[in-house]
């Protein structure tokens, strides 16, 4: 697959599954989204980024995939867990991921990767590099079968342990 292959073209080609593990507490903190949540704690799901995931998101599931997206979060959770706690029903769940809550503390004995990534059908990473303010600055893919094998066996380790969204509650 060529580097210049985009995250669309991934999820579009991807036949049986597409699995996120997000590990940081906190994401492009500057999102219009975020920023007017943490004003008064509205949810906008609406805007167009928004409905363009959703869309993908459920073609893609409607071709038989699964979207699966685990979290490792810290508790007590942070401003921006807490706004993407909030809008996962709407975002995510109803556009048909799967998504599972990790707490930290429950994570120490998972050897993880250093990164955020996206697994395609167990084959094919796009590794996710933000800044440590957490804005994102570039992706990386890799198909090395030991760097695979190593977040093919993160996710599922963090997966299983993981609380789904519809049971989990932040402490």
């Known amino acids: 697959m060529a580097l210049e292959t985009t995250f669309e073209e991934l999820f579009r080609s991807a036949m049986r599954s597409a699995a ?3 590990m940081r507490d906190g ?9 007017a949540w943490k004003k008064d704690h509205s949810i906008i799901v609406d805007d ?12 893609t599931t409607a071709r038989g995939v699964h979207v699966r997206r685990a979290r490792i979060i810290s508790e007590p959770l942070s401003d921006y867990t807490r706004f993407e ?6 975002h995510n ?3 048909g991921e799967q998504v599972r809550w990790l ?7 998972i050897a993880l990767p250093g990164n955020d990534f996206w697994l395609f059908d167990g084959e ?12 994102w600055t570039d992706t990386e893919i890799i198909t090395e079968p030991a760097v695979v094998e190593l977040c093919t066996t ?18």
Do not use: K
């Open 103 to 109: 707490p930290r503390r429950g994570a120490s004995d």
């Open 85 to 90: 706690y909030e809008i996962t029903e709407q």
């Open 48 to 59: 167009a980024e928004s409905q363009w995931w959703r869309d993908l998101v459920r073609s």
């Open 93 to 95: 769940i109803a556009a």
């Open 124 to 135: 094919l990473l796009m590794v996710n590099h933000f800044t440590g303010n957490g804005d």
């Open 27 to 35: 994401y492009m903190l500057d999102d219009p989204s975020f920023v």
């Open 154 to 171: 993160a996710f599922a380790a963090v997966w299983e342990r993981a609380t789904p969204h519809s049971d989990y509650r932040p402490g």
């Open 20 to 22: 996120h593990l997000e």
